[in-house]
């Protein structure tokens, strides 16, 4: 599933027209990364969610076979219904074993094949260092758990990157409307039922104009 409902408040007036993730990257679509990324690793099926002008992503990406991909979309009412209540609404399309999760306005090249072999835990997140502008981090990774957030920890701590694996059984006692993710990740952190992985390699919040012409410039010149 590739999250892609959010309203981009920080990235206007680039978003006032064009959702974020189908933002252009250096002549490519944001969310068109992720589609490529995901077929090259195997994945057959994608789902989208979207809510602000959400109508330009079934023109703009199609039914996903150019992209050697079936996508279908789970469209949201005008006020989005968070991560977890998205992920909700669309687990019909989902279907009752383990889905990638992405959210649609990041640039990464980690590999996807990582997340499709077995996992034995309901939820696994893939951190990565701390961006400038979130210096404090989300979690604390330790021996492939996550046992700490937030708060104090008693070390330092990662940056949940936007990249996750979820069984849907997850989300089971979720009810139906907007619901955030990081309650259910916090509990399941303190359940000692979270695991995670960290990456060194490339990733990028795209969140603001300035970053997304930064990462254009760093592209090219790579």
Same mark, same amino acid.
């Given at each position: ?29 944001? $969310? &068109? ?9 195997? !994945?057959?099926? =994608? ?16 039914? /996903?076979?150019?992209? @050697? ?8 009412? +005008? ?7 998205? $992920?909700? +609404?669309?687990?019909?399309?989902? /279907? @009752? &074993?383990?889905? $990638? !999760? =992405? ?18 835990s309901m939820a696994h997140l893939v951190l990565v260092d701390n961006p400038p502008h979130h210096p404090a981090g ?7 758990? $996550?046992?700490?957030?937030?708060? @104090?920890? =008693? ?18 006692? !979720? ?16 359940? /000692?039922?979270?695991?995670? @992985? ?7 919040? !795209? /969140?603001?104009?300035?970053r997304l012409a930064q990462l254009s410039v760093s592209k090219r010149a790579s």
């Amino acid at each position: 599933m590739i999250l892609a409902a959010g309203r981009g408040e920080r990235m206007r007036p680039l978003t006032d027209h064009t959702p974020k993730p189908l933002l252009k990257l250096n002549g490519e679509r944001l $969310i &068109e990364y992720h589609l490529h990324a995901l077929a090259a690793a195997g !994945v057959t099926e =994608v789902v989208i969610n979207h809510s602000w002008l959400g109508e330009q992503f079934p023109i703009k990406l199609g039914d /996903g076979s150019r992209y @050697e991909l079936k996508i279908s979309y789970s469209a949201e009412p +005008q006020q989005p219904l968070e991560t977890a209540g998205g $992920i909700v +609404q669309a687990l019909p399309l989902l /279907g @009752e &074993e383990p889905f $990638i !999760v =992405v959210n649609g306005d990041l640039f990464t090249d980690y590999p996807f094949t990582r997340l499709m072999g077995e996992m034995e835990s309901m939820a696994h997140l893939v951190l990565v260092d701390n961006p400038p502008h979130h210096p404090a981090g989300d979690f604390l990774l330790e021996n492939g758990l $996550i046992c700490g957030y937030g708060g @104090e920890p =008693v070390g330092p701590q990662l940056t949940y990157s936007g990249i996750a694996r979820f069984h849907p059984q997850f989300f089971r006692e !979720v009810t139906p409307g907007a619901a955030p993710l990081a309650p259910l990740l916090f509990s399941a952190a303190d359940q /000692g039922a979270l695991s995670g @992985e960290y990456f060194p390699g490339h990733w990028s919040d !795209v /969140g603001t104009p300035e970053r997304l012409a930064q990462l254009s410039v760093s592209k090219r010149a790579s």
